[in-house]
């Protein structure tokens, strides 16, 4: 009889207990409360990143708001994006694509991939096949080769009104194919006023679809109505992309059949090198014509538009603070000289130029939320559970902007970076400044995005004077998208700066 009420007892108490548990799962991070069926999307506005650093000025480092269906989670900090990005990294590793990523080409490349054997498949190729310091070493002289004819074509403009971003464009995409495949397909059209105009265009445009909130994305039934024309305007993108990497890949294989590398100097590009291991796979390194595909568009596209866009940031900061610009020439005259050229053995010593490039990457980061993340399991964050599925933004701009972080954090200094390099880095190690996000996501093309950032800007800035044109006003404005550009292209007119004519 004492047993059964001991056991009966001991069944109540587990259940009580039980009931209590459940009771304390923690809650969903606070935030807005939104309309029924569609949630917070009329509030978003038109540059999320500011409306959520608003948000978080309500509801804290971090909150929730519902986009129809779809649990968004905005993160703030450093702390709690530490958290994130390394004490959950692997749960936090995942993405969200939207629908423009899988039009573009089916979510198969480095960035929408979800994180497993395949992503780290793609990546560990691109690493260490085109982005370790001995093949960016070996095909330096191209990108100088690059780099000076795009000089020489400011120096036969000079006296007129230029758009830089046109011009770090030209030269970006110039390098990234020659690398890619060995040769520029557009043949020489590419520089100032070519058909490159039309390419930078498309890729701007795509940045844009790509951050776009999407009705497809958050209410997926609708999504083959394709109110917005999202899915129609992204595909008609990626089949100018795509009919440009088969060109590509053909003229590869056409070279390899008779024995041939696009190459003068006989070495293989990275289209090649890919293409045979796709013939000699094994499985460490099988990958399919869809994930080559996309890891191409994923080179082409992040290896030019974010350079350039930084390249034309850091110019308008340069033209809006011209004593900042003086010290960066004085710098480039005492390293370089005033009678030679820039070369990349110069760029360490650059330091001041190094300043402010990452100045403008902090009050400018290239892709202000960075990639959404999405957590493969339900987890905890700072007291809140994060359900399984969520889309995940970290808000770098906010970050890069804050107060308690940074001393007068809307003001251009440069200086701030002077005696801190090592401890700002573009490697996402300081959670306070993490232009290229963090993590087992960090972006693979920081080492070229480094050397072709300084690169370019070094010879910008020693080659030329620059000056803005009668009666124009600079506006620092920006427009929205996954990566963030200026609003209006900035229009500068060049002079040259070099006694010499032959170094141009």
């Known amino acids: 009889m004492i047993t059964s009420i001991v056991a009966v007892f001991a069944v109540i108490l587990f259940l009580w207990n039980l009931k209590n548990l459940r009771k304390r799962v923690p809650p969903l991070p606070p935030g807005p409360r939104g309309l029924p069926v569609i949630g917070y999307?009329?509030?978003?506005?038109?540059h999320l990143h500011k409306t959520f650093t608003e948000l978080a000025g309500v509801y804290g480092p971090i909150y929730k708001l519902w986009l129809g269906n779809k649990l968004c989670v905005v993160v703030s900090s450093p702390s709690l994006a530490k958290e994130l990005v390394r004490d959950q990294d692997t749960i936090f590793a995942n993405r969200d694509p939207p629908v423009a990523a899988m039009v573009l080409h089916g979510g198969k490349d480095i960035a929408w991939l979800p994180y497993g054997p395949e992503w780290r498949t793609l990546r560990k190729l691109f690493v260490s096949k085109m982005m370790s310091n001995a093949s960016l070493d070996a095909c330096y002289s191209m990108r100088k080769q690059e780099v000076k004819k795009i000089i020489r074509d400011?120096?036969?403009?000079?006296g007129k009104a230029l758009d830089i971003g046109e011009l770090s464009f030209s030269a970006s995409i110039n390098v990234i194919q020659n690398i890619l495949w060995g040769c520029t397909l557009?043949?020489?059209?590419?520089?100032?006023?070519g058909t490159g105009v039309e390419l930078r265009e498309s890729f701007a445009e795509l940045m844009v679809l790509l951050g776009a909130p999407n009705i497809s994305d958050i209410f997926p039934m609708l999504s083959r109505f394709d109110i917005q024309g999202i899915a129609k305007r992204t595909k008609k993108i990626a089949i100018h992309f795509e009919n440009m990497i088969d060109s590509a890949i053909q003229r590869s294989k056409n070279l390899a059949a008779i024995g041939g590398t696009a190459n003068n100097d006989g070495k293989k590009d990275f289209l090649q090198i890919l293409l045979e291991l796709m013939e000699h796979e094994d499985g460490a390194t099988s990958f399919t014509m869809a994930q080559l595909n996309g890891m191409l568009m994923d080179i082409l596209v992040g290896g030019t538009d974010t350079t350039t866009t930084t390249v034309e940031w850091t110019m308008a900061e340069l033209m809006q603070h011209p004593k900042?610009?003086?010290k960066v020439q004085e710098e480039l005259t005492e390293v370089v000289g005033i009678d030679g050229s820039v070369e990349e053995f110069h760029l360490?010593?650059?330091q001041y130029l190094d300043a402010v490039v990452k100045e403008t990457m902090r009050l400018h980061p290239p892709v202000p939320l960075l990639v959404p993340r999405s957590p493969s399991?339900?987890?905890i964050v700072s007291g809140y559970t994060i359900p399984k599925g969520s889309r995940i933004m970290l808000n770098v701009w906010a970050i890069h902007r804050d107060p308690q972080l940074w001393d007068n954090p809307l003001e251009f200094q440069p200086e701030r970076f002077l005696n801190n390099s090592e401890k700002f880095d573009y490697l996402g190690n300081n959670f306070q400044y993490m232009p290229f996000g963090s993590g087992r996501r960090v972006c693979a093309g920081i080492?070229?995005?480094?050397?072709m950032l300084m690169f370019l800007l070094a010879s910008f800035l020693h080659s030329f004077e620059w000056k803005l044109p009668n009666d124009t006003k600079l506006d620092l404005s920006d427009k929205w998208g996954i990566v963030m550009k200026k609003l209006k292209p900035l229009v500068v007119i060049p002079t040259p700066r070099l006694s010499n004519s032959e170094l141009y």
Do not use: D, H, W
């Not at 557009?186 to 006023?193: C, D, L, P």
């Open 348 to 350: 360490p010593k650059l």
């Open 447 to 451: 080492p070229l995005a480094e050397r």
């Open 186 to 193: 557009q043949g020489e059209n590419t520089t100032i006023n």
């Open 154 to 158: 400011v120096y036969n403009r000079s």
């Open 377 to 379: 399991q339900s987890t």
């Open 41 to 46: 999307l009329p509030f978003l506005g038109t």
């Open 324 to 326: 900042v610009m003086k």
